[in-house]
């Protein structure tokens, strides 16, 4: 890393290519929704995990509550609130 680091932003810059001349366009939300699944992903193995099923599993976008259920392998009866 430079011990000296100066950034200059240019006031009024167009950018022709860009959504009404944008700079980014979400690109980093897009990049971090990834997080959310594989945060899901991990509790999935974490459940299955505990009741001693078999590491591997198919999880796919987009993680709905039912696919989430349907990985976990659990039944509905086991989905109640103590």
Not at 8 to 35: D, H, Q, W, Y
Not at 43 to 72: I, K, Y
Request: glycine letters at 4%; aromatic letters at 6%.
């Amino acid at each position: 890393m430079p011990r000296d680091f100066r950034v200059k932003l240019l006031k009024n810059n167009r950018n022709p290519v860009g959504i009404f001349n944008s700079k980014a366009t979400g690109e980093p939300a897009v990049c971090m929704s990834v997080a959310c699944l594989l945060a899901l992903r991990q509790a999935v193995a974490e459940a299955r995990r505990e009741a001693s099923l078999h590491a591997w599993f198919q999880f796919d976008s987009p993680a709905t509550p039912e696919r989430t259920q349907m990985a976990c392998d659990v039944g509905v009866e086991e989905l109640v609130l103590a």
